[in-house]
């Protein structure tokens, strides 16, 4: 009976892991890069240095792929921003200044990361509006548990201010990406905190 392993002594389920890891990467790349409208399954392969058969064993299509490049930018961008707001101080001010500090600086850390986040989701089209919706959704959140209760006078409306801070800050950073001459950082993360405190009053 064959043992399953390969002559570099990895399992089948190693080889494919392996696999899916490196079309990740390329995606990662690629779509960031030339788009994943241009970004054919052959040359994805081409970049992973695998046959266009252990794509399909990988993912179904480009478009799962590319929710899988998606939802990984988004994880690690939410456990980033969680771990600087557990790391910040009690007040609601200094949690949220470091959440969308932690947040500017890690998505801009990596000009890939900026793209695929706030640019090639969109333009990815349908493929992607329930991920980006969860997205949406899980920032929405944080920032709600983060203030509690608005202390402004209006009752009820923490969740829409909420996602309006989302949205502004999502358009702040299509500006940086696509910006001959990029903001800098502070000013975006300044400017941030500036519609966030107006907002809830902090």
Not at 68 to 79: D, G, S
Not at 99 to 113: E, P
Not at 168 to 173: D, N
Request: aromatic share 6%; proline share 3%; glycine share 8%.
């Amino acid at each position: 009976m064959a043992s399953g392993r390969d002559y570099r002594g990895m399992t089948a389920e190693q080889r494919l892991a392996d696999r899916r890891e490196r079309l990740v990467t390329a995606a990662y790349t690629l779509f960031s890069g030339v788009g994943f409208g241009a970004t054919t399954i052959e040359r994805l392969c081409a970049s992973a240095r695998i046959s266009n058969r252990a794509f399909y064993e990988c993912f179904t299509g480009r478009e799962e792929l590319m929710r899988a490049v998606y939802e990984r930018c988004v994880e690690e961008t939410v456990i980033t921003v969680s771990k600087a707001i557990g790391e910040a101080g009690p007040d609601p001010d200094s949690r949220l200044c470091a959440g969308i500090t932690a947040y500017i600086t890690f998505v801009t850390r990596d000009i890939r990361r900026a793209r695929i986040l706030h640019l090639e989701v969109r333009r990815a089209g349908d493929i992607l509006t329930m991920e980006r919706q969860r997205a949406v959704n899980s920032f929405t959140e944080i920032i709600e548990q983060t203030m509690g209760e608005l202390p402004n006078g209006l009752p009820g409306r923490t969740h829409l201010l909420a996602l309006a801070v989302v949205g502004a800050l999502q358009e702040l950073l299509i500006e940086w990406v696509l910006a001959d001459d990029r903001p800098p950082l502070d000013h975006l993360i300044e400017t941030a905190l500036h519609i966030l405190r107006r907002c809830f009053g902090a």
